[in-house]
């Protein structure tokens, strides 16, 4: 079972750039399918990026596309959400998430919480004017 482990989270103005990571416990690592997704207060928690296993391909909604940009070291075992531009609605907590199921790859499938088995303890993401 894969631990994972969120920093980098903080207080930034908005307009301003944060990158969080993730880093995971299994040395396998490259096997997961790794996503993120943030909650903020009396919201449900959102998807804003997923990235394949070899970080070829990578989804994201309307709300980040162009601002996020998700990566990934495998032989790091860690992955990144860089956020550039940053707006005061994205203000929340940020969790990485992970799977080893096999589905079909489309924004539909790797935004659906439910297909993520190991989750992150999350970082707070304040910004503020």
């Known amino acids: 079972q894969v631990q994972l482990v969120e920093s980098g989270g903080g207080l930034v103005q908005a307009g301003g750039s944060l990158r969080v990571s993730c880093a995971a416990s299994d040395a396998l690592f490259s096997s997961y399918r790794m996503a993120w997704f943030r909650q903020a207060p009396g919201k449900e928690r959102e998807f804003v990026a997923g990235?394949?296993?070899?970080?070829?391909?990578?989804h994201y909604p309307d709300s980040v596309k162009g601002r996020f940009t998700i990566s990934r070291d495998n032989a790091k075992n860690t992955v990144y959400l860089q956020m550039n531009s940053l707006k005061l609605e994205d203000t929340a907590v940020y969790y990485c998430?992970?799977?080893?199921?096999?589905?079909?790859?489309?924004?539909?499938?790797?935004?659906?919480?439910?297909?993520?088995?190991?989750w992150g303890q999350g970082t707070q993401v304040t910004v503020s004017l």
């Open positions: 998430a992970a799977t080893n199921s096999l589905f079909p790859a489309m924004l539909s499938t790797v935004s659906n919480i439910r297909r993520y088995e190991y």
């Open positions: 990235i394949s296993r070899s970080g070829s391909i990578t």
